[in-house]
DNA sequence: CGGAACTTTGAGTCACTTCAATCGGTGTGG
DNA sequence: CCACACCGATTGAAGTGACTCAAAGTTCCG
């Protein structure tokens, strides 16, 4: 696994010269190793470095007056979740890795140099940006239905976004979260989360077991979840090119 | 009513030079009138122009898919809400006045040549759309706590935007939306929303009527609504300049 | 083999919903 | 100048999706 991920996101804006593959390909920083549910940058920090996710799953959230951890979002290699803290100093927000998981950390000023030089790599972040966005209004929009649609929205575009970075294998991909997260992302308690997950599997729509999410009916999911992949800005739907399992 | 707003905006991340001040003031584009409740771009669209609001206020919105209007943010003059259609092609959701509204229409490629040629308006403007991203995440959190709760965060937020960019007097200033036009933005219904306010209105937490918001209590409205306002980014956090009513 | 973390099951409760009127203000046409 | 229509705010009552509490079953690990 390298900055792969990141190229195929330059690509979806056109062409890209090779100076511009070069520079994605070897980004400067220092790679670094994290624990399972170690806070990579958190609430009030004034981070001086950026973190471009190689391997592994992050999520960022924030404590509500009671308490609660919500998550507000999930965040996969070539994921770089604290590029806000480029432009805005305090974060509002923690980032937190899921799994033990490998970020190269990005001095902010050697972002900011290449964001200077290539005008056509900073269109690439900030449209990045701008999908990030996308996603919350869409969970905004999705945590308002019922917890069924809920769990298998996010289930489906989970997948979707794993599909857009090739990190899929048939109809399988990596989702090593607890069910209790899945809660705290979709604002649902665990209890119900594991009933709607039950019912999602009675039906045949999806496994989830060991950290892999399985998804035999591609289509019933994504009905079942109301998903329209749209708001993601892919360049393909989600499963568009591949035939689900019979 | 100008450009005035956005040069607040400007200054939020340091000194500015006169060539930005003007340019600011000045901004390429045909000035429009639209009546309340008109899309000024609906899902689906490829706009050629993006809209910085001069006067009025609007929402953006997407329609889930039991066919109601979910509203994912409100927009006030110096707000540029499709700023995104500039580096995304299609929208993802719906963008439309609540009142009768002054706009400027900016053509694209007017505003990508001032992005090309002043790096420090670039820099504003992605910043702002990362404070839009934060604005949506804050949404996300509040909208799993109590109607209660919800209600008197959203009144607060409004107050403090509108506070940021002049346009309120004391501890008043214009909100001009119905009931259920809150409820469409909290995920609640109508009636829940009308006995919420009751409940604030009886606490005298607020008053709210002809399209104006007053608020006699600021701070306990802000404790109601649980409402931090480090998230907005704003120079001053919301009525630290000024008393609340005794 | 004890313990920690996660999943699963059952039962009672509540915040918010839906349905159904009613009330008040405002604009319009006769 | 009034009757009607329309829209938004308000009130009442009944229903329910999801929560909390509580406990037991599983899996993994030291």
Known sequence: VS???LLRRLEAIGASTQAERDLLANLPGTTKHYDAHYDIV????????VCLIL???????????????????FHIPGDIPDIQSLF????????ATLVPSKVLAIPHARMCGIIDEHPRIAHVLWRETLIDAAVFREWIVVRSRPAYVRVAHLL???????DAVGLTEGDTCALPITQAQIGD??????VHVNRTLQELRGE???????GKLTIPDRE???AAGEFDPRYLHLKRGMGDTRAARG
Chains 1, 2 share one sequence.
């Open 220 to 222: 019933g999911l994504k």
């Open 156 to 162: 489906c575009e989970h997948f979707a976004r794993m």
């Open 204 to 210: 045949n729509l999806i496994r989830l077991q060991d």
């Open 3 to 5: 900055t792969t991920p």
């Open 88 to 95: 805005i100093d305090v974060m509002d927000h923690s980032l």
């Open 185 to 190: 992302a979709l604002g649902l308690s665990d």
């Open 55 to 73: 391997e592994g799953m992050a999520c960022r959230y924030k404590i509500s007056a009671d308490g609660k951890r919500q998550i507000v979002s």
């Open 42 to 49: 958190s609430d009030g920090d004034r981070p001086s470095v």
